[in-house]
């Protein structure tokens, strides 16, 4: 084959399988049915694509601490009902979250309750 045609399809099959290497799965987490559920204050809210990042702060038997979840996308959340403003720093929330597989404190969120009682 011709060198040119070579690095044409090289050039071709890198910029395919780039964006593979973007997306992340949820392996990490445990997705069985032992949900855990965390209730502390929003330390940080980031409703951002692929997946939002919820820091909550909790106080238990191990301590003050910050625990960082991930979520959905933005375009599934707000099919689930959240809206900008509904979740907000300062805010005491109860998460529903799939635990991390290696025992490590945060998880993958299945829901985030408000206390006024608003779910999302």
Wanted: net charge positive; aromatic share 10%.
């Amino acid at each position: 084959m011709n060198t040119r045609v070579l690095s044409v399809l090289a050039a071709s099959l890198l910029a395919v399988s780039t964006p593979a290497f973007a997306h992340h799965s949820a392996a990490q987490f445990d997705l069985s049915n032992h949900n855990m559920y965390w209730t502390g204050v929003v330390k940080e809210f980031k409703p951002i694509n692929p997946h939002a990042v919820v820091t909550i702060e909790v106080t238990d038997e191990k301590g003050t601490r910050a625990i960082t979840f991930e979520g959905r996308s933005m375009s599934n959340m707000y099919r689930n009902g959240w809206r900008p403003g509904k979740v907000n720093v300062g805010d005491t929330v109860t998460i529903n979250a799939a635990p991390r597989k290696d025992g490590a404190d945060g998880g993958f969120v299945f829901s985030i309750q408000t206390k006024d009682g608003g779910k999302y």
